[in-house]
C-alpha cells in the first residue's frame, strides 16, 4: 500500500496518468479575457470615415484601450444579429475564417460568440510586427477564392473603425506567417495578412 500511495503521489506532482485506471492528468482551461460589450452606435458618418481612412506605419507605444479593442474586433469579425451572421459577409456564410490578436500579454484567438478573446501563447510577439501595441492576424481557407474577400472585409472594416476614431493601421503580407506555429490553424487554413493598430506619433 505505501508503494501504491509513493507513485501516486509523483503522478500528481509530475502531471503523469494515474497508473490504476491509465487516465491522462486534468487540463487547465486556457487563459480567456471577457470583452467589455462593443458600442454599435455613434461614431461618425460613414462618408468622413471613408475620407480619413488611411495607412499609418508610425505609431506610439500607447496601448488600445479595452473598449476600442473590442469595438475593432467586432467591427472585424463579430456578431450582428440573432442567427450568428457576422459584420463581414462570407461565402454561403460558412464564416471560414479566423482572427488572432498580438497584445504585450501575448497571442490571443478572438472568440466572436464568447466576445472574448482565448490565450494561445504569454509570449508578447509583437516585435515580429514592427512593435506596434496590437497587430491582428486574419486567417482563412487556402486554395479558396473567398478566403482573400473574408479577410479583405474584415481589415477594411477595422480600416473605417480605426479612421473614425482617430486610430493607425497598417496593412501588410509581410511577416504574415510569423505565427503560424503558435495559431493552432484550422486544418486547409493559411494567414492571409497582418494589421497593425497603434495611436499615431
Known amino acids: 500500500m505505501k508503494r501504491i500511495a509513493f507513485v501516486l503521489c509523483l503522478a500528481m506532482l509530475f502531471g503523469m496518468a494515474n497508473p490504476l485506471t491509465g487516465s491522462a492528468p486534468a487540463v487547465a482551461p486556457a487563459k480567456a479575457i471577457t470583452l467589455p460589450k462593443p458600442v454599435m452606435n455613434g461614431g461618425i458618418p460613414l462618408m468622413e470615415a471613408l ?62 460568440a464568447g466576445n472574448a478573446l482565448v490565450q494561445l501563447s504569454p509570449v508578447d510577439a509583437r516585435s515580429r510586427f514592427g512593435g506596434a501595441p496590437l497587430t491582428l492576424v486574419y486567417a482563412a481557407k487556402a486554395g479558396d477564392d473567398a478566403g482573400g474577400m473574408h479577410v479583405g472585409s474584415m481589415y477594411q472594416n477595422v480600416g473605417l473603425y480605426c479612421a473614425s476614431v482617430g486610430l493607425g493601421n497598417v496593412v501588410k503580407s509581410t511577416g504574415r506567417a510569423e505565427l503560424d506555429s503558435v495559431l493552432r490553424l484550422p486544418a486547409g487554413y493559411k494567414t492571409y495578412v497582418v494589421q497593425s493598430i497603434g495611436w499615431p506619433r
Do not use: H
Not at 450582428?80 to 460558412?94: A, E, H, I, L, Q
Open 51 to 112: 475620407s480619413k481612412r488611411k495607412s499609418v506605419r508610425e505609431v506610439s507605444g500607447k496601448p488600445v484601450s479595452e473598449q476600442d479593442l473590442s469595438n475593432l474586433l467586432w467591427a472585424a469579425w463579430g456578431v450582428n444579429r440573432p442567427d450568428g451572421r457576422r459584420t463581414v459577409p462570407t461565402s454561403r456564410n460558412k464564416q471560414e475564417a479566423e482572427l488572432f490578436v498580438v497584445l504585450e500579454s501575448g497571442v490571443w484567438r478572438y472568440d466572436a
